[in-house]
């Protein structure tokens, strides 16, 4: 079965500094993963998505991802945060069944302070 | 195109109370999925079809909760009697036309059992 686990329930970063949201996989093939983000009261919005072409994955808002398979990770980085940053991030892998069912992280709380 | 439309977005009522959610997904795509969102928890899936068929629901509680789609098209999620621990935010959404595993979400009715 596949998993996600989200290392930080909350991570707080000042204006202008880079954010580091961790994920680590668990999956016994090559997974399908995501980045989604929740502003307050919001819908989730996609963020970002790997499917097997390039490791390196730009999303929107200037977020991006490295898939390392050796390390089983699906970190999500921005080199420097704003204030609509603020948010609720979600890390979520793809299942290999025919339906493709997605397993959601814990979630990540992002504040940014001025 | 129009989103993923959600309503009621609020609710509050008291255990052994009713209650019915509506959603009106993107025309034409044919996945719809209901996810519940407990407070500090990632979104977990309670059902999903593909048209108006159900093809997952192993996380659905049968006993008190219910899920339609008529048509194919709108979908109403209800929970009878809820519980406290049914205090959450349901979330509808639909795949994308390609199954890239993109979802589109809607606002989500957030519900409160007193």
């Known amino acids: 079965a596949q998993s996600v686990t989200q290392l930080d329930s909350h991570v707080s970063v000042s204006e202008g500094t880079p954010v580091l949201l961790r994920c680590n996989y668990s999956?016994?093939?090559?997974?399908?993963l995501f980045w989604y983000v929740q502003h307050p009261n919001k819908g989730l919005q996609l963020l970002l998505k790997?499917?097997?072409?390039?490791?390196l994955v730009k999303g929107i808002n200037g977020f991006e991802a490295e898939f390392k398979k050796s390390e089983t990770s699906f970190h999500l980085t921005k080199p420097s945060a704003h204030m609509s940053d603020a948010a609720e991030y979600f890390c979520?892998?793809?299942?290999?069944?025919?339906?493709?069912?997605?397993?959601f992280g814990a979630g990540t709380q992002v504040v940014v302070t001025p | 195109e129009a989103g993923v439309a959600q309503s009621p977005r609020y609710k509050i009522i008291e255990k052994r109370q009713s209650v019915a959610f509506w959603c009106n997904p993107i025309?034409?795509?044919?996945?719809l999925y209901w996810y519940q969102q407990i407070l500090g928890q990632g979104p977990k899936l309670l059902i999903q079809?593909?048209?108006?068929?159900?093809?997952?629901d192993s996380q659905l509680p049968k006993d008190r909760f219910s899920a339609e789609r008529l048509k194919g098209v709108d979908s109403t999620l209800k929970i009878q009697p809820a519980k406290l621990e049914d205090s959450a935010v349901y979330l509808c959404?639909?795949?994308?036309?390609?199954?890239?595993?993109?979802?589109?979400f809607g606002e989500g009715s957030r519900l409160t059992v007193l």
């Open positions: 979520v892998v793809r299942g290999t069944d025919s339906w493709g069912k997605l397993q």
């Open positions: 999956s016994s093939y090559s997974p399908s």
């Open positions: 790997y499917t097997s072409a390039a490791t």
């Open positions: 025309s034409g795509h044919a996945t």
């Open positions: 079809f593909q048209n108006n068929g159900v093809v997952d």
């Open positions: 959404a639909n795949s994308g036309l390609e199954n890239t595993g993109e979802l589109f």
